[in-house]
Structures are given as C-alpha cells and as structure tokens.
C-alpha cells in the first residue's frame, strides 16, 4: 500500500489517500511495461499507405517499341518498376499493425507504470470545482501552487470532469486531460507530473484494483 498527500485547491496539504495496486515483478516490470507502449503505439497506426503495383499503374498495355534492332534494352511495358510513372517494386499496401497482449498483461502494465510514477503523483481534493466557467488562468496558477514548472508536460486524472474544466485546459499544450476509468500506459509514463483528484483515486482503485 502506497501512501500520497493530498492537497487543497490552494496547494497546502489537506490529508493523506492510500492507493494499492498489484505490479509486475521487478525482473519483468520493464519488459511489460514496453510491450504495452508499443501495442498502443502502434494501434495507433491507421495502416492505410498504398502504391500501385506494374499491374495496378494506368498504361503500358503496348510494347513501347520493337524487341531487336533499335540498340536499345529490350522492354515490354512502359509501366515497368524501371521507368518513371512505373509500379513500384515491394511498396506499402493497407495492413494492420495491432500487436496482440491479454488483458491481464494490459492491466498489470497499467497498474504498474501508474505505481512507478508515485513519486510524480499530486492528488488535489475537490478539483477545480470552483471553476464555473471555462478558464485557463485558473488552471496555470493552480500549477504553480502545486509546484509544477511551466513547461512540464501534466497529465490531469479525474473521475468526472466538468464542460469548465475540459474547456479550460484544451489550449494548453503540455497539458492532457483523461477519465480515470480510461487509463493509458503511454500517457502515463510520457508525463513528467501527474495531477490526480481526490475522486479519481477512489475511482481507479475500484476499476483497477479487483484484479
């Protein structure tokens, strides 16, 4: 069990939360943890480039001049992967790029990479609920009072966030805005401060936390 304090709107401490969480062993904590990025990076690959194959390029129905007597290679096609405007030879065709990982493997290298990151961790009681209207400033200054730099990249965990708080923080670059029912390895590790409220901890021990 892992102990975090949680902070106010303000930054000052206001309490402790526990989270516990099952993890990979150590021996095998990267490796999973690597297996996962590269499953979701490459999920996220649209796998649509195509070329056009000599069979496939407009043309070259004729021979494009006799076979002897002109000095030059002998050709058959004007659509040959040799020419310019021909097929091209081993070029890319539409195929999937999904890499296969049981979703006990998923969840154990989730539940692990958000343990490694404990220590980068800032649980904030009662998030931006005094935010009624959509205001970015609110959130940059709240950074501040919680000791986060200003061109950290802040990955922002809530159970249910408001219209104001998601229109708050989309035209802020360094800053992502997730549910906590919908975790990723990626964004979790990619991160250098995580900002988690109080209500999303409950909420992550309960979905993660049954296995």
């Not at 975090?4 to 990267?30: M, S």
């Not at 969840?107 to 005094?130: C, E, G, P, Q, W």
Request: net charge positive; aromatic share 4%; charged share 25%.
């Amino acid at each position: 069990m892992s102990t975090c304090v949680v902070r106010d709107w303000q930054g000052k401490e206001a309490g402790e939360a526990n989270l516990e969480l099952k993890v990979a062993k150590e021996t095998t904590a990267l490796d999973l943890m690597h297996r996962a990025v590269l499953r979701q990076q490459a999920h996220s690959r649209q796998g649509t480039a195509s070329t056009l194959t000599r069979a496939e390029v407009r043309g070259g129905g004729r021979k494009p001049y006799k076979q002897k007597g002109t000095g030059r290679a002998r050709q058959g096609s004007i659509r040959t992967p040799l020419r310019p405007g021909g097929g091209i030879i081993f070029g890319p065709k539409p195929r999937s790029y999904n890499l296969s990982m049981n979703r006990k493997e998923r969840r154990l290298a989730l539940r692990t990479a958000l343990m490694a990151r404990l220590d980068d961790v800032i649980v904030v009681k009662d998030f931006a609920s005094s935010l009624k209207t959509p205001k970015t400033r609110e959130i940059t200054d709240a950074f501040g009072r919680l000791g986060i730099a200003a061109n950290a990249k802040v990955l922002i965990i809530l159970s249910a966030p408001s219209e104001a708080v998601v229109r708050s923080v989309r035209n802020l670059e360094n800053v992502k805005l997730i549910a906590a029912d919908q975790l990723n390895v990626f964004d979790l590790l990619h991160a250098n401060s995580l900002v988690l409220g109080e209500k999303a901890l409950a909420k992550i021990q309960e979905v993660y936390g049954n296995d």
